[in-house]
């Protein structure tokens, strides 16, 4: 617990300072993965109030077209801790929310204009098939900044 | 250091030879706990072995399996099939929240005497493997589980069906009301908890936290009822799946607080049998003088 927060806490403080209240923007990098069958992998990100309370989902990326035997909506339940958290009582697809898989590359996806000023943890999960699974976790005071970095699944993901 | 070795080798050996009757447990083992959306199956295996999850035995009779949809009704398996080790079978879960699957059996069961002769009630032998009645017909393809052979060389003793084919001039009448539960949950979309409404009677699974969201970091705590009342002292093992991967079992051996609340960590992420049971002497049957309780399910606890 103490090792993930620590390393993000002076960029935190520092972001803090420096930034006026604005429209928060995070960044989500996907990593190019060299294997022979490749996948765009199944993203989600989520802010869950620091002092708890519910999740709220702020994009979640699958296979919106794939219809039939095995729609793509199946494996949402593969982002398990997103699933747990909520997930599995989205109505899908969502405006706002849902959108088709991305290839390797960084987005940027604005935060809800709305969100109420105060600390909160970003949490941003991917999986993808035949691959891997990774959860990263981004503590933020909003406004404010934070980043951290996924190993496997993940790159860079930062708010702004 | 040697010897000290030799001697708790020597004793786990002589725990290896007593227990291996008594170990033989039924298994209900799903494809998964947690689906997304409802046009999906669940497909599961079920059988009675030692290990965990090990088909190395007998199946269970996929007749003997009923299924409770979240909506209080009653589902249907598909594509039953009896193997030599395991059967297996398919459940549509096309309504959302959480399903139970499994096997409710209940029964009396015990010895009497004809003159110098014992007698069996029931068709299994007391205090046998997976002991309960069988449903009519028993399980196809099952051996060990149909008709008593007398295993281990002992001449097959005589028995009646039921209590109520106790013939009149019976003595020492030694009974015992079974009832086990073996019940598996599954989860489309968001969970919910219908299927958990106790009935009251017997020993039930009252959970605290929802046995599909079950997370490798969190205890789970999970009350257990008997005849509708908070259990304290029910004796509950966990068993983590794939010993054979592992040096022990590496069971956890457990037992329901006052409050009838049963608190487990787990070690691994993985798939877990749960099994608790309980004996009293308040049989419904009036005949019977003692009463043996058990439930048993499976777990899937996911990493964090």
């Known amino acids: 617990m103490t090792s993930k927060v620590l390393p993000s806490l002076p960029l ?97 996806i604005a935060l809800p204009a709305n969100l109420p000023a105060g600390q909160y943890v970003l949490k941003v999960e991917a999986v993808r098939e035949t691959g891997g699974r990774e959860l990263v976790s981004v503590p933020i005071t909003l406004p404010g900044r934070g980043a951290a970095s996924g190993k496997t699944e993940l790159g860079a993901v930062s708010v702004r | 250091m040697r010897t000290r070795h030799a001697l708790i080798a020597a004793l786990a050996l002589s725990g290896a030879i007593t227990t291996p009757a008594l170990a033989h447990r039924q298994w209900l083992l799903p494809s998964t706990t947690t689906l997304a959306g409802t046009s999906e199956f669940v497909t599961v295996d079920a059988a009675v072995s030692n290990d965990l999850f090990y088909a190395d035995h007998v199946p269970i009779a996929p007749d003997q399996i009923k299924v409770r949809a979240p909506d209080g009704s009653a589902g249907s398996i598909e594509n039953a099939a009896t193997g030599r080790y395991r059967s297996t079978f398919d459940v549509k879960i096309d309504k959302p929240g959480t399903w139970a699957i499994g096997t409710e059996r209940s029964g009396v069961m015990g010895t009497f005497k004809v003159g110098t002769e014992t007698w069996r009630v029931g068709g299994r032998r007391p205090g046998g493997p997976g002991a309960g009645t069988q449903g009519a017909g028993g399980p196809q393809g099952a051996p060990g589980m149909g ?48 299927v958990f409404k106790p009935s009251g009677k017997g020993l039930e699974f009252d959970p605290i936290t929802h046995p599909d969201e079950l997370v490798a ?88």
Do not use: C
């Open chain 2, 147 to 194: 008709p008593m052979g007398g295993p281990g060389g002992q001449p097959p003793v005589r028995s009646v069906a039921t209590v109520a084919d106790i013939p009149a001039n019976a003595t020492d009448i030694k009974l015992t009301e079974i009832q086990g539960r073996n019940v598996i949950f599954v989860t489309a979309d968001a969970p919910t908890t219908t």
């Open chain 1, 12 to 108: 935190l403080v520092a972001g803090t300072i420096a930034t006026p209240a604005a429209a928060a923007t995070i960044s989500v990098t996907i990593p190019r993965v060299n294997v022979a069958e490749y996948h765009r992998p199944y993203v989600v990100g989520w802010l869950e109030p620091a002092a708890g309370g519910s999740a709220r989902t702020i994009f979640v990326w699958y296979d919106l077209k794939k219809g039939g035997r095995e729609p793509g909506t199946k494996w949402l339940a593969d982002l398990r801790t997103w699933w747990r958290k909520g997930g599995r009582s989205l109505k899908l697809p969502a405006d706002g929310l849902s959108g088709a898989t991305r290839a390797p590359g960084t987005y940027q």
């Open chain 2, 217 to 304: 970091d969190e205890e789970a705590q999970f009350r257990f009822l008997v005849d509708g009342k908070p259990a304290a002292g029910i004796a509950v093992t966990v068993v983590p799946g794939g010993k054979k991967y592992r040096e022990a079992e590496e069971a956890q051996e457990l037992k329901t607080g006052p409050d009838g609340v049963l608190h487990v960590k787990w070690p691994v992420a993985g798939m877990y049998w749960l099994n608790a049971t309980y004996t009293d002497a308040k049989p419904s049957d009036p005949k019977a003088t003692e009463r043996r309780l058990s439930f048993t399910t499976t777990l899937e606890v996911v990493a964090p």
